[in-house]
Nanobody, 121 residues
Framework: QVQLVESGGGSVQAGGSLRLTCAAS??????MAWFRQAPGKEREAVAS????????DYADSVKGRFTISHDNAKKTLFLQMNSLKPDDTAMYYC????????????????WGQGTQVTVSS
């Protein structure tokens, strides 16, 4: 069993930065990711990382602005978000799985409860 707990969300103005943290307990999984879901929209992938070799993937909308990283020893996932835009406003979720297509939700076995990010213009 894996428990994922996100933190670090908040309200910022456009152009600001936030750092999200996801603390994992239990088993270690090969792939971890951040997803987000805005009101009335489907959950979408933001970024993913293979915990073994550190390989990352990003949604086009966040490339160059967001950075995903993972501390294997502490089983902690991070998402550094810079140059935030109002379109980044959403609930952000941490997810853990063992592979598959990184941006598809059904490949992830465990999910956190989410942390809210609100970006004002």
């Amino acid at each position: 069993q894996v428990q994922l707990v996100e933190s670090g969300g908040g309200s910022v103005q456009a152009g600001g930065s936030l750092r999200l943290t996801c603390a994992a307990s239990g088993s270690t999984y090969l792939r971890m990711a951040w997803f987000r879901q805005a009101p009335g929209k489907e959950r979408e992938a933001v970024a993913s990382i293979y915990t073994g070799d550190g390989m990352t993937d990003y949604a086009d909308s966040v490339k160059g602005r967001f950075t995903i990283s993972h501390d294997n020893a502490k089983k902690t996932l991070f998402l550094q978000m810079n140059s935030l835009k109002p379109d980044d406003t959403a609930m952000y979720y941490c997810a853990a799985g063992n592979g598959g297509t990184w941006y598809l939700t059904w490949y992830y076995l465990y999910w956190g409860q989410g942390t809210q990010v609100t970006v004002s213009s």
